[in-house]
T-cell receptor, first 116, second 111 residues
Framework: GAGVSQSPRYKVAKRGQDVALRCDPI?????LFWYQQALGQGPEFLTY????????KSGLPSDRFFAERPEGSVSTLKIQRTQQEDSAVYLC??????????????FGPGTRLTVT | RKEVEQDPGPFNVPEGATVAFNCTYS??????FFWYRQDCRKEPKLLMS???SGNEDGRFTAQLNRASQYISLLIRDSKLSDSATYLC????????????FGAGTRLFVKA
């Protein structure tokens, strides 16, 4: 009964570097979400997958952010040419519901990204 | 205006107190509503779903008023362990799908 796992837990990147953040959702969960959480704020929605389909990416802050879930399980959030304003905790959540309209989201521990 | 707004907090209350949190949302297409709890440096965890009829879970009561686009959470007989940030959450489906979190309200319960 493993929960959502994320790796790495901590990442320090120099400005301009590319980073890749991984999320392993709970087995069998159809829906997967990525969020960005700045200090003292609530999580900000980035993108949503239903299986391998990315159904909403309206929250991605720029074209430097890219997410994929090619086989409908593991997902990767990639940030190209990182900037200091990208420093935040990146949370992944998964949900059992196909439509994800009303079901609980289970969160991973997050990846804390610091861009220097 | 933010899509989901919460009381700014922090709330500092003594053990045993009753405390109420409010939340308003701006998008009438909002479909489902939740309260999550987040401890310092931890991930959010679901506290309870919120229904129009109101729902109660032990010391916690949640209410939804769709006409006023308003959600509330009441905590009775506060415990030290209730100290956390409480996040109001709204799911909406408007073309795409997204989950919107409020900024959170910090609660400190003191002995």
């Amino acid at each position: 009964g493993a929960g959502v796992s994320q790796s790495p837990r901590y990442k320090v990147a120099k400005r301009g570097q590319d980073v890749a953040l991984r999320c392993d959702p709970i087995s069998g969960h159809v829906s997967l979400f990525w969020y960005q959480q700045a200090l003292g704020q609530g999580p900000e929605f980035l993108t949503y997958f239903q299986n391998e389909a990315q159904l909403d990416k309206s929250g991605l802050p720029s074209d430097r952010f890219f997410a994929e879930r090619p086989e409908g399980s593991v997902s990767t959030l990639k940030i190209q040419r990182t900037q200091q304003e990208d420093s935040a905790v990146y949370l992944c959540a998964s949900s059992l519901a196909i439509l994800a309209g009303s079901y609980e989201q289970y969160f991973g521990p997050g990846t804390r990204l610091t861009v220097t | 205006r933010k899509e989901v707004e919460q009381d700014p907090g922090p709330f500092n209350v003594p053990e045993g107190a009753t405390v109420a949190f409010n939340c308003t949302y701006s998008n009438s297409a909002s479909q489902s509503f939740f309260w999550y709890r987040q401890d310092c440096r931890k991930e959010p965890k679901l506290l309870m779903s919120v229904y129009s009829s109101g729902n109660e879970d032990g010391r916690f009561t949640a209410q939804l008023n769709r006409a006023s686009q308003y959600i509330s959470l009441l905590i009775r007989d506060s415990k030290l362990s209730d100290s956390a940030t409480y996040l109001c959450v709204v799911n909406m489906q408007t073309g795409g799908f997204k989950t919107i979190f409020g900024a959170g309200t910090r609660l400190f319960v003191k002995a």
